[in-house]
Antibody, heavy 119, light 107 residues
Framework: DVQLLESGGGLVQPGGSLRLSCAAS????????MQWVRQAPGKGLEWVSA????????SYAASVKGRFTSSRDNSKNTLNLQMNSLRVEDTAVYYC????????????WGQGTLVTVSS | DIQLTQSPSFLSASVGDRVTITCRAS??????LAWYQQKPGKAPKVLIY???TLQSGVPSRFSGSGSGTEFTLTVSSLQPEDFATYYC?????????FGGGTKVEIK
């Protein structure tokens, strides 16, 4: 079965850091662009970042650029999101997602991991 | 950035109704639009991509149409399991953006 499993969420103080990971299985991870999408409590979906299949290029939403860094390890089928200088407004469920512009869709989706930024 | 405006933001309908949701893009995006369904506490799932291509496993009562700046998602006969929130998304250019969502509730 195709599966994306996020980990690393939790409670962090404003200004702190957190590293999310996503373990992929059931598909050829190294062939797939990957994304992070977040959803604040009770709000809509917000695209956060993208990384190419080889990991040589990344893109970020303006709201996180310079603070978040996406990376991947194709030998371990793992996607990571390093989040620094966290703000209260970064509080959200973070989803790891496959696909992107080339695939013309986001699929599959992980179950999400909750990040709460609060003092 | 490309803005996506969904309408309506809320829709009350009955089982068996035909339902249409509209998504308008602030600039032309060809057919680079996808539709997602999200139920409470769950991750979104793709229904339609490339504006009108039905994702494998999605019931045929769902259909998508449009190109350029105006798109629609239609559910031909609403079923109990279709009550959810629906989002459009443009995959034409970064930053990739989502519409604000349409919540479909039971009348």
């Amino acid at each position: 079965d195709v599966q994306l499993l996020e980990s690393g969420g939790g409670l962090v103080q404003p200004g702190g850091s957190l590293r999310l990971s996503c373990a992929a299985s059931g598909f050829t991870f190294s062939d797939s662009s990957m994304q992070w999408v977040r959803q604040a409590p009770g709000k809509g979906l917000e695209w956060v970042s993208a990384i190419t299949s080889s990991g040589d290029r990344t893109s970020y939403a303006a709201s996180v650029k310079g603070r978040f860094t996406s990376s991947r390890d194709n030998s371990k089928n793992t996607l990571n999101l390093q989040m620094n200088s966290l703000r209260v407004e970064d509080t959200a469920v973070y989803y790891c997602v496959g696909g992107g512009v080339t695939a013309r869709k986001f699929d599959p989706w992980g179950q999400g991991t909750l990040v709460t930024v609060s003092s | 950035d490309i803005q996506l405006t969904q309408s309506p933001s809320f829709l009350s309908a009955s089982v068996g109704d035909r339902v249409t949701i509209t998504c308008r893009a602030s600039q032309g995006i060809s057919s680079s639009l996808a539709w997602y369904q999200q139920k409470p506490g769950k991750a979104p799932k793709v229904l339609i991509y490339a504006a009108s291509t039905l994702q494998s496993g999605v019931p045929s009562r769902f259909s998508g149409s449009g190109s350029g700046t105006e798109f629609t998602l239609t559910v031909s006969s609403l079923q109990p399991e279709d009550f959810a929130t629906y989002y459009c998304q443009q995959v034409n250019s970064y930053p990739l953006t989502f519409g604000g969502g349409t919540k479909v509730e039971i009348k």
